[in-house]
């Protein structure tokens, strides 16, 4: 029960809505709600791994050099991480069925755009496109679940939609390196014609609107201006931490413009009528938790996973699809623990089963840590599908905690600051964990090469050396005697593993404190409020 204390509207949470009645026909129908938001969030989940297998094809195709190939990544992931919360506020302004389905067809359009285009100039600024609409569908769609399912079914609808996520994401690579190898790159972008297509025609018969009645009128453009400045320093700092490098002082001048945006973000959101982000929503410590792990459980699991791509094709020499294989059971059990993760929530409440995930997350990195270049298939497996039972419940319960804790009528503001939370944190944990690997590689390289008895380098040749082994590539010139070459190769992979084994360890340590985290996590007030609702 929540004490009866006069608060102001950004730290009041109301009431949960009664699910209204469908207007006619199948609108507005809770699972057929999902089913329908579920196909166009797959879409832009899938899309954020299935283009790195097509980037080598793009590169040779249109003769792009290696920073041109990056930006095909880095410019839709800026575009997205800048525009997340604002787009959940045009959500709660314009209604989420309008925001979802214009992010739909101009993702669809973007990607189709991209599959037309003859210069690597062409590529990115769809890419950028991609992100830009992709912003407008993700808190949309979470939007929409909080309006339509009761609250003693939302953590399972949160479930199922992370469960598509999950799955999206790790069968990418897979269904790209068919595309790619058997069609064209072109086909890794049309792929999300038709199914953008179906998400409109599912989302224009099927979602129907809400709006709260006290949603936001106006735009608090100061604060959007502000806030995307901030968010811009802060990724991009991230994106050219490992290129410009760590003491430089371009990458810490824009880490200080950035805590300086968000320093005068914080001074204006408490002067205007109506903020961006009203921040008596951060006095809830449950939703403030929910945000802080979600950031953590992202530099956890995409900065550790990040090297364990390279692990699998570059030490272990699997083709793309066979690396996809591989991770089927991080895949698997995250789309079997996911529902069933929502269901425990909505029992016990949040705190037992977040806390219970990082734990497993923890011990999954750690596991991570032990791999060696001649661990078997089985071990792997063994560990990943560990790392997936540990994050199911996290992607669920802290979404549900950052969501619920929410008032109604900033739902989509609390579902953009959930995608940016995991946004954030995946970089942080690519950049710190990336950095991490390279000092480790820097300081051991020189020493193991030695102790090999391999042939000296000069200081640029070692730092070439390094920057390949840090991806697990063996730098073996041309025309290198074999027995050399087999020596170059143990060295290169034996320093890079021990470089990921310290980079999991600290991954590890990230999810341990993210344990303590999960402890300050509460089921949604309006959860414990509609405990009880009648069942759909």
């Not at 996809?324 to 895949?331: D, Q, S, Y």
């Not at 977040?354 to 990195?365: K, N, P, S, Y």
């Not at 102790?451 to 840090?470: C, G, H, N």
């Not at 060295?491 to 084994?501: E, K, L, R």
Request: proline residues 6%.
């Amino acid at each position: 029960m929540t004490s009866q204390t006069t608060v102001d509207k950004a730290d009041r949470v109301p009431e949960p809505e009664p699910v209204p009645a469908p207007a006619k026909g199948l609108r507005g129908h809770p699972w057929l709600t999902l089913f329908s938001v579920a196909i166009g969030v797959m879409m832009v989940a899938l899309d954020g791994t299935i283009v790195a297998i097509a980037n080598p094809a793009i590169q040779k195709d249109l003769g792009a050099s290696f920073a041109d190939v990056q930006w095909i990544t880095n410019g839709y992931f800026l575009a997205l991480a800048v525009t997340l919360i604002t787009a959940g506020k045009l959500g709660d302004r314009f209604g989420h069925r309008q925001t979802f389905l214009i992010g739909v067809v101009g993702f669809a359009a973007a990607s189709g755009a991209i599959g037309l285009s003859d210069s690597i100039a062409f590529v990115i600024t769809f890419r950028v496109f991609q992100g830009l609409f992709g912003a407008l569908l993700m808190p949309a769609a979470l939007g929409l679940l909080r309006a339509t399912f009761p609250a003693e079914k939302l953590n399972m609808a949160i479930g199922i939609w992370g469960m598509v996520i999950g799955a999206s994401t790790a069968g990418g690579p897979i269904l790209g390196g068919v595309l790619v190898e058997h069609v064209s790159w072109q086909s890794v972008f049309f792929i999300n014609v038709p199914v953008g297509v179906l998400a409109l025609g599912l989302g224009l018969a099927i979602l129907l609107d809400h709006r709260a009645e006290n949603a936001p009128r106006s735009f608090d453009i100061p604060g959007i201006a502000l806030l995307s400045g901030a968010m811009f320093c802060l990724v991009w700092a991230l994106i050219k931490a490992p290129a410009w490098g760590w003491g430089d002082g371009m990458t810490w001048t824009f880490i200080a413009a950035s805590v300086l945006c968000f320093a005068l973000f914080a001074v204006w959101e408490t002067r205007v009528a109506e903020p961006l982000i009203p921040l008596g929503l951060f006095r809830s410590v449950p939703l403030s938790a929910g945000v802080v792990l979600m950031v953590l459980m992202a530099i956890a699991f995409m900065g550790g996973l990040f090297f364990v791509t390279f692990y699998l094709q570059n030490v272990h020499g699997m083709s793309p699809i066979d690396s996809g294989l591989h991770l089927l059971p991080l895949t698997g059990m995250m789309i079997v623990a996911s529902p069933l993760a929502g269901a425990m929530i909505t029992k016990v409440g949040p705190r037992i089963p977040l806390a219970g995930g990082m734990a497993c997350t923890a011990v999954a990195m750690y596991g991570m840590s032990t791999l060696e270049a001649g661990t078997g298939s089985a071990i792997m497996s063994v560990w990943f599908a560990l790392l997936g039972l540990g994050l199911a419940p996290v992607m669920v319960g802290a979404t549900e905690v950052i969501v619920g804790n929410a008032p109604m009528e900033l739902s989509g503001v609390a579902g953009g600051l959930q995608q940016a939370a995991m946004q954030i944190g995946g970089s942080l944990g690519t950049a710190v964990l990336g950095a991490v690997m390279a000092s480790k590689v820097d300081n051991d390289l020189a020493g193991n090469w030695a102790d090999a008895k391999l042939p000296p380098l000069t200081e640029a040749q070692l730092d070439q050396a390094s920057e390949a082994v840090q991806v697990g590539v063996p730098p073996v010139p041309p025309n290198t005697p074999a027995a050399i070459a087999g020596k170059i190769t143990d060295v290169a992979h034996d320093t890079f593993i021990s470089g990921m084994s310290l980079a999991c360890l600290v991954a590890a340590g990230v999810a341990v404190v993210a344990v303590l985290v999960a402890l300050l996590t509460k089921r949604g007030e309006n959860a414990e409020a509609g405990a009880g609702a009648a069942h759909i």
